[in-house]
């Protein structure tokens, strides 16, 4: 008798054990806060439009991208428009404070998603030249935003010269292609 309730304890306790050791479901925390997440939940059969209609979100946009030499991954989106620039130049042309505009609104619609600006140039300079010219077209698109009201805490910046082209050709058209700044989602 001693012996059959040592066993039928044995047999509770590994389940009482095996219960506490379960994985537990973990809860995604929305993306979005405030009056966006109170409007998300008002509006279900908007969404469902919208997921019928083609239009992303911003999340639902996401593809993952990994650089070659580079730890971590990168989340890219087709909603984030890259910016172009004119040959050695930094400040931003009429189209390219539009797309800015097109990309301010979209990140203020997704507070929780923070960014990286990418500067890059083409293939025509120093090596010290095109990064800092990297650098000044990185943050001139950085500054558009905060005008917008975008957070500077969700912005972050780098250069990288002439060394990840868009376009591997060595004629105009490629190195308009180059002359980029190029937008990211990170993780902090």
Same mark, same amino acid.
């Given at each position: 008798?001693?012996?059959?309730?040592?066993?039928?304890?044995?047999? !509770?306790?590994?389940?009482v054990?095996?219960?506490?050791?379960a994985?537990?479901a973990?809860?995604?925390?929305?993306?979005?806060?405030?009056?966006?997440e109170?409007?998300?939940?008002?509006?279900?059969a908007e969404?469902?439009?919208?997921?019928?209609?083609?239009?992303?979100?911003?999340?639902?946009?996401?593809?993952?991208?990994?650089?070659?030499?580079?730890?971590?991954?990168?989340?890219?989106?087709?909603?984030?428009?890259?910016?172009?620039?004119?040959?050695?130049?930094?400040?931003?042309?009429?189209?390219?404070?539009?797309?800015?505009?097109? +990309?301010?609104?979209?990140?203020?619609?997704?507070?929780?998603? +923070?960014?990286?600006?990418e500067?890059?140039?083409?293939?025509?300079?120093?090596?010290?030249? +095109?990064?800092?010219?990297?650098?000044?077209?990185?943050?001139?698109?950085?500054?558009?935003?905060?005008?917008?009201g975008?957070?500077?805490n969700r912005?972050?910046? !780098?250069?990288?010269?002439?060394?990840m082209?868009?376009?591997?050709?060595? +004629?105009?058209e490629?190195?308009?292609?180059?002359?980029?700044?190029?937008?990211?989602?990170?993780?902090r």
């Amino acid at each position: 008798m001693l012996k059959k309730s040592c066993i039928v304890m044995g047999v !509770i306790f590994s389940l009482v054990l095996m219960g506490a050791c379960a994985k537990k479901a973990v809860k995604e925390e929305p993306l979005l806060t405030g009056k966006a997440e109170e409007g998300a939940r008002e509006k279900p059969a908007e969404e469902a439009q919208k997921a019928t209609t083609g239009e992303k979100t911003l999340e639902a946009s996401w593809e993952k991208k990994k650089y070659p030499g580079m730890e971590g991954e990168f989340l890219e989106s087709s909603l984030l428009k890259d910016i172009h620039f004119d040959f050695d130049r930094y400040d931003l042309t009429p189209k390219a404070r539009e797309i800015l505009s097109q +990309n301010g609104e979209l990140l203020l619609k997704h507070p929780r998603a +923070n960014i990286q600006i990418e500067g890059h140039c083409d293939e025509r300079g120093t090596i010290e030249y +095109n990064l800092a010219l990297g650098d000044r077209r990185s943050t001139s698109a950085e500054q558009y935003l905060i005008a917008l009201g975008v957070s500077p805490n969700r912005i972050s910046t !780098i250069s990288y010269g002439e060394e990840m082209p868009a376009d591997p050709g060595h +004629n105009e058209e490629a190195w308009a292609k180059n002359r980029r700044a190029h937008f990211v989602i990170v993780s902090r």
